[in-house]
C-alpha cells in the first residue's frame, strides 16, 4: 500500500490499517529467523497446552482490596505476571516492582493457565476487607 | 539458524514486504522471476541446474509466492522433487491451496487470508497484549524473548523453577521451560514445577537485553534467537 493510500486512510479517520501482504511480509519473518521468539509467543497466542496470554483491565472495585503489584497474589494462582500498561502514561511496564500502584485503567498483562487466570479474575474482584 | 540465503521466487506486492522482513535475517536475499530475462529468472519447466550450482541449497530457504496459486503449487512441487532437503516456505490465498501446498512438499506455507484474519481478531480482542508482543517480535525494542540453556546450575542447586525469585532477583521472566524433546511446559505447570533446576534445562525468558545478557553470564550461557 503506498503511502498516499494510507495517508487518505488515516485522513478518512481509521483506527487501523490493515494490509495483507505486509502482514504476510510480517509472518515470512517467523519462518526466517528468531524461533524461539516466534514459537514462545505463537504458543501463547494460540493456547498452547491451554497456557494463555490475557490483558485484565483494573476497575476501581479491584482496587477496593488491591492496591499495588504486590499484592495481586499471582503467584498463588500460578500465575506469571509479564507487565503492567499504566493508562495515564500510556506505556507498558515490564516486570513491575512489588511496590507499583495500580490504577483504576491500567490493564495487566498476565500468562497463566485458562482455569487459574479465570480463578485470579475472580479473586481480583472479590472484595476482601483489609481489616 | 542455518540457513544464510533467501531465494524469493515471484516479483509482486508480497515480494518487497517479505524481503523487507527477511533481509536482516540472511547474508543475501535473491528474488527470482518468472518468465522474464536474465540470470535471475525461471520458468516453470526449469530443472534447476542453475539454481543448484550457485547455491548451497542446504543453506537456503525459498519462498515460493506467485500469485496465480496453480503456478505457485506447480514450482512447490518442482522444487521438492528436486532439492529433497530444501527449506520451502509457500504462500497460500485459501485453505484449500494450503492443503495441496503441504501435499506438494512446502516445509510450511504462508497462509494469506488467515494470517489476516487473525491479527484483525487479535487487534479487537486483545489490543494491548497484540501491539506488546508487536514490539517485542518486530520493533527495535529493548524487551526481548530468548531461550536460555543452563550451563551452570550451581548457582540454583537444590532449587525448583518456582522457588527462584527469577524476576525480582534476575530483572527476566520465564514463561516456559523446554524439555530434551523440544516440548514445552509452562513455568508453573506441574511437571516444570516439580524437576529441580539442572544443568542442561532451557528456559524461554522474556526481558531486557542487558537483564538477559548478565543472566547468560551467571549461568554460562549463550541465548539462541
Redesign the interface.
Known amino acids: 500500500m503506498n503511502k498516499a493510500n494510507r495517508n487518505k486512510l488515516n485522513f478518512a479517520g481509521v483506527n487501523e490499517i490493515f494490509y495483507e501482504k505486509e502482514l504476510v511480509g510480517m509472518i515470512a519473518k517467523e519462518f526466517a529467523g528468531k524461533y524461539v521468539a516466534f514459537e514462545a509467543i505463537h504458543a501463547l497466542r494460540t493456547s498452547y497446552k491451554g497456557i494463555e496470554i490475557q490483558e485484565v483491565l483494573i476497575t476501581e472495585r479491584i482496587l477496593e482490596s488491591v492496591a499495588s503489584v504486590g499484592e495481586l497474589a499471582n503467584k498463588k494462582y500460578r500465575i506469571v505476571l509479564l507487565g503492567i500498561h499504566k493508562k495515564n502514561k500510556n506505556h507498558f511496564f515490564f516486570n513491575p516492582i512489588d511496590s507499583t500502584l495500580l490504577e483504576a485503567g491500567d490493564h495487566l498483562l498476565v500468562i497463566g493457565n485458562g482455569v487459574f487466570l479465570k480463578e485470579f479474575n475472580i479473586h481480583l474482584h472479590q472484595k476482601v476487607s483489609k481489616w | ?1 542455518v ?1 544464510t540465503h ?1 531465494l524469493i521466487f515471484g516479483y509482486n ?2 515480494t ?7 533481509s ?3 547474508k543475501t536475499v535473491d528474488l527470482f522471476k518468472l518468465n522474464s530475462e536474465g540470470e535471475n529468472s525461471f520458468d516453470l519447466s526449469d530443472d534447476w541446474d542453475d539454481l543448484s550450482q550457485r547455491y548451497d541449497l542446504k543453506k537456503c ?1 525459498a ?1 515460493c509466492i506467485l500469485e496465480d496459486m496453480a503456478e505457485n503449487i506447480f514450482l512447490t512441487i518442482s522444487l521438492r522433487d528436486t532439492f529433497k532437503d530444501l ?1 520451502i ?1 509457500a ?1 497460500a490465498q485459501d485453505k484449500e491451496t494450503m492443503d495441496k501446498l503441504d501435499l506438494a512438499g512446502a516445509t ?1 506455507v ?1 497462509p ?2 488467515q ?2 484474519a ?3 481478531v ?2 479487537l480482542e ?4 497484540t501491539e ?2 508487536h514490539d ?3 520493533e527495535e525494542s529493548d ?5 536460555i540453556t543452563i550451563e551452570d546450575h550451581s548457582v540454583f542447586d537444590g532449587k525448583y523453577p ?1 522457588d527462584i525469585e527469577w ?2 532477583d534476575h ?6 521451560v523446554v524439555h530434551e524433546d523440544g516440548s ?6 506441574s511437571k516444570a514445577k516439580h524437576n529441580l533446576v539442572k544443568s542442561g534445562d532451557i528456559f ?1 525468558v ?3 537485553k542487558e537483564d538477559i545478557k548478565s543472566f547468560e553470564r551467571l549461568i554460562g550461557a549463550k ?3
Open positions: 539458524m540457513e533467501a506486492d508480497y518487497q514486504e517479505i524481503e523487507k522482513n527477511i536482516s535475517e540472511f530457504v519462498f527449506h516456505v504462500l510450511r504462508l494469506s487470508t494470517t489476516t487473525n491479527v484483525i487479535d487487534i486483545k489490543p494491548l497484549v506488546i508482543l517485542i517480535l518486530y524487551l526481548k524473548i530468548a531461550q518456582t524476576s525480582r530483572g527476566i521472566v520465564i514463561i516456559f514445552r511446559e509452562f513455568i508453573y505447570s524461554v522474556v526481558g531486557f541465548h539462541e534467537k
